[in-house]
Each structure stands twice: as C-alpha cells, then as structure tokens.
C-alpha cells in the first residue's frame, strides 16, 4: 500500500505539506508528478508548486535528482522503507485546482499527488491531518480523516475540500445516492435544487438504464466574484460558481447546466473514453481527435437533459442553444480548421483565445455536430433510435468491457443504428472544414425548428464588424469581422475605443455610432499607450448576424413525431 499524508500547518502560507510512504526492493526509483490533469487536455506544469523536495529511507536522508520536469530520480541505497516529503503551493481557486486558506483545505489530488512509477496499480491510504471541526467531501471511501483509493488513477480522480463551513444534502435515484456540497458564502434553496437534480438525473440514468458508480459527489465552490469552472470526474464533480448572492437567481442556470454536463461526463469520458486515454498516461500529452465526443456530446446532452427532464423549458433551451451558434458563426477559424484537428490542439491552446481565427471550439462545433448526429440517427433509424442509444452502446460495449473507444469505433456504433454511412458527416465536417449551415437548416427542419438570423443589435457589429468588451466607460476591440469596415480602417484587436467624432463614449458606444450613421466615424483609440485615430467609410451592408432558433409556426405530422422523440 502507499500512504500519503497530507499536513496544512500555515494556512495563510498556503503550502500543503505532502508525505509518501512506501515499501522498495529496487536500487532506484522514480517519483513522478503528474504533468496534466484529465479534463483539461493540456500540459499543467504543477511541479512549479513543489518546493522543499526530501527523499528518506529508514530515515537516512537519500540522494535524487530531477529526469526532467517533473519527476526526480531516488537512490535506495538498499533502504525498504522510503518516504518522499515536499510542500506544495496551493493558491489557485478553480475547480481543477488545489487551494488552501484559513476556511478550507481543497485538494484536487492530480495536481499534487506524485506517485511511484511501478506501483500506480497498488491501494493508497490518504490521512489528512486537518482540525476536528473540518467535515470532508469526497467520493471516496471513508474512515474518519482517513481516505481510501483502489489504485492511484483513482485517488487522482478523487478531489476533496477539507472546511468547518461546508454545507450538505442528499437526494437518491435508483439505488444512487448523489450528495451536494457547498463550500463558500450562499444560501442554499435545497427544496428547488433537489428537485431539479432528481429530475435530470433520473432521466440521464433512464437512458443508459444505470449509472456508473454507487455514490456520487457535487462540490460546489460559490465564490464572491463571477465564475463558472466544472471539472468531471467519475465519482464527483467539482464546480466553481458566482457571485455568491446570485447562485439561486440569475446564475441558476448556469448551475443547472454546468451540474448536468458534467454528470453526463460519468459515463462519456470518465468511462466512455477515447482509446488513446485508455488508460491516462499522466506523464505526457494524451492527443486524440473525439473532442467532438468527449466534450461536444457531453455540452449538447447536458443542455437537451435539462429540457428532456422538464427543469429547462423550451425557450431557456433554445437561450443555450442560441449560445452555441452564435460562437459558432461569429469564428471564422470553422473554414479553415476542423473540430478534430482544434480536439488535437486543446494540448497548444485549447483553452485561451489564441490567434485571432485559428482554431474551433471541441465545445461549440462539437456540441452542433452532436445535434446534427442525434438526428442522423432518427432519421435512418425512422426514430427507434437516437444519440442516447448510441451513447449507451458505446458504454456497455466499451467501457464495461475494459476498452476505449476509437474514431472508427464511434463511426461503427453511429451506423449500426441509423443502418447508414456516416462517413460524409464526419469527414466533411468533423474532419473537414464544410460550413455547418446547411446540416443545421436541414436538421432543424426535420425537428420542425427554424433557424433565425438578423443584423446585429450592436451597430459595432452589425454595421461596422467589430465586437467590443467594456472597460469602464471606453470599450476594448475583442472581435473583427474579415474584410468588414473596421478590417479596412486598420482597427486592431485589443484596441481601447475612448470616443467617437471627438465625443466621449461614456460606455454609449454604440449609441454614439448610430448618431454618426450618416457620417464618416473616426474613433480615438488608445493602442499600447498610444493615441490613435481609424475612420470607417458609411457602412452599406451588414457584418455580424444574431443567430437563433425557434419551433415553426405549424409544423407538419413528420415534424411533430420527431420534436416529441427528441424530447422525450
């Protein structure tokens, strides 16, 4: 067995004290760190954090020296019992992260949990050295302070907060228990929220007929400030929400649809999982081109429970959805990069804005291509089948059957249902780079749904073909359409827009630029501490659309079998 402490004596430092306690017959061993962490598909460099790096043995102080990065090189000596000590910094507060303050220890143990390289197969034991008061939220098993994993891969899946504030409910479906956990300032409506989790997560349940463990974990960590951060992991999940006085009003659906997509992400990539993560080698990059599955599956399906389960109605559906196609068509990356080849790159950089137009969205493309596919398979199938009967093959068949799933194993499951090649889709518009409209019109149709598309509301947008972010009452250049009038004026991104014609925006932008319609506009611009002017010609055409969806007015009888099987 491998024993880990964890210590946190200076909570305002901010450094968790580690031990790892283990029995060796080899003359050198390898402590290795992990140098990513599931979920987030690239490298995280979390050694960074370590300082103050012993080796033991009998407690004679050993040599080492670091392989690289992230993993340091013990001499035995001959020594049996070995512990490794170091202090890892914990001051990031998102819900893939480990922090530590004067009010909770949370941990997310792949951040900070080395192991021994030969023995990632044997139990660990977690003793956490906290104060009486704290309570512990995790999903694994318990006895007193004293946690316990089968193997390392799941004690690296396994985050906890340690808090004397932690706020706790339950509710069961089936024979589940799903427990919910609140760390942080929020007054919790547990009558509203157990009934809207029972609901969505009955009907994930329903459709996979059982779900992948016995109990299960929502951690929620409700920040001050504005926040949204989910992080899946096969017996819980760890969310991070805000403002704390919103949490039940105006943030409330994002809690729900954050909660529900990373429920679903239990059996689709937690064990539903791409071959090539089969298992997790915590050492380096994982690549694999299913980002469409892992994640653009996982974000339409937990949007679609919300609306199947009742929780979301239609319109609150149609919000997110709308969401999804707005970033879809605002980036203009969609005609030269494809989804597979973005899934590919979330290890450069997946997950900031990058170059302006380079790559999709695993998420966003994802998601739309998930829709696309759902109807795929009713259609050809007649409506018998759909994605969830799909999705439920490749979890029976794979996961309980100890294999990932590969690119052609997807393709395979698609086509055994809907009885058709699926080969066009993928390869004209997950590997290749074929505008999505058409397959949207046409799906959206067959649903009995329209596909809506007006100028911008924003004349920056619309008229001029640039898009903004304030920043207190000036506005900063976030967006620029190809070829629009901003393009030709020379307007760069990241531009601070301070006033129009001479006149102040007064975070009135685009009111300002509307009273100029029939005018040139020139914009004072502060670019990299200089003062600069552009001047844009008098727009004749529209730039940016607003994307939406709505039901047809008086859909046919074909229209409306189909939109009741694809809620149901």
Excluded at 13 to 34: D, G, H, M, N, W
Excluded at 144 to 164: E, H, K, Q, R, T
Excluded at 449 to 476: D, Q, R, W
Aim: one cysteine or more.
């Amino acid at each position: 067995m491998i024993s880990y402490q964890f210590s946190i004596e200076s909570p305002a430092q901010q450094y968790v004290q580690v031990q790892i306690r283990f029995e060796s017959t080899q003359e050198q061993e390898f402590i290795q760190l992990p140098s990513w962490r599931p979920g987030r598909y690239e490298l995280g460099n979390f050694a960074k954090n370590v300082r103050h790096f012993k080796v033991y043995g009998d407690k004679t102080i050993l040599k080492f020296e670091k392989t690289n990065k992230d993993c340091w090189k013990v001499e035995t000596a001959g020594k049996k019992e070995i512990v490794v000590e170091y202090q890892y910094y914990a001051t990031d507060l998102n819900a893939g992260s480990t922090y530590l303050d004067s009010e909770q220890f949370y941990a997310n143990p792949v951040n900070c949990c080395a192991y021994v390289q030969g023995k990632e197969n044997e139990p660990c034991e977690i003793k956490l050295n906290i104060p009486e008061h704290y309570e512990i939220a995790c999903g694994l098993k318990r006895e007193g302070n004293v946690l316990f994993a089968a193997d390392f891969d799941m004690l690296a899946d396994s985050p906890w907060i340690c808090s004397p504030t932690l706020q706790h409910d339950s509710y069961t479906v089936n024979d589940t228990l799903f427990h919910l956990w609140f760390q942080g300032e929020v007054k919790v409506d547990w009558e509203k929220l157990k009934k809207d989790f029972t609901a969505f997560t009955a009907k994930q349940i329903e459709k996979f007929s059982e779900f992948p463990v016995k109990e299960y974990h929502f951690l929620f960590q409700v920040v001050p400030f504005k926040a949204y951060h989910g992080v899946e992991h096969l017996t819980s999940t760890v969310i991070l929400l805000g403002p704390s006085f919103d949490i039940f009003d105006s943030v409330y659906p994002d809690l729900l649809g954050v909660s529900s997509h990373e429920l679903y992400h239990s059996w689709n990539v937690k064990s539903i999982r791409p071959v090539e993560m089969y298992p997790y080698n915590f050492t380096q990059e994982n690549y694999s081109r299913l980002g469409y599955l892992c994640e653009g599956v996982t974000t339409y399906m937990g949007d679609l429970f919300l609306l199947k389960s009742g929780v979301f109605s239609l319109q609150e559906y149609f919000t997110e959805l709308n969401g999804q196609l707005q970033k879809h068509f605002d980036n203009f990356a969609r005609f030269s990069y494809s989804v597979a080849d973005s899934s590919w790159d979330t290890w450069l950089d997946g997950y900031v804005p990058g170059a302006p137009n380079r790559k999709v969205s695993i998420y966003t493309e994802g998601c739309l291509l998930a829709l696309v596919t759902d109807v795929f398979v009713m259609r050809h199938s007649k409506e018998k089948y759909n994605l969830d009967d799909v999705m439920k093959r490749l979890y029976f068949d794979f996961y309980l059957h100890g294999k990932g799933v590969s690119e052609a194993d997807y393709r395979a499951t698609v086509e055994q249902l809907a009885g058709q090649s699926f080969g066009e889709i993928l390869e004209n518009y997950c590997y290749g780079t074929k505008p999505f409209e058409s397959i949207l019109v046409e799906s959206f149709e067959y649903l009995g749904l329209e596909l809506i598309h007006t100028p911008s509301k924003k004349y920056s947008a619309g008229k001029l073909g640039f898009k903004t972010i304030s920043h207190g009452p000036n506005f900063v250049v976030k967006a620029i359409y190809p070829g629009g009038p901003a393009e030709m004026g020379k307007l760069m991104l990241d531009d601070e827009i301070i006033a129009v014609n001479n006149f102040l925006c007064g975070g009135e932008l685009d009111k300002w630029l509307e009273h100029f319609d029939d005018d040139l506009k020139t914009l004072s611009i502060m670019r990299r501490g200089k003062l600069v002017e552009v001047t844009f010609p008098i727009a004749v055409r529209n730039f940016y659309l607003d994307y939406s969806v709505k039901k047809t007015e008086n859909p046919n009888h074909s229209q409306k079998r189909a939109f009741e099987r694809w809620v149901k």
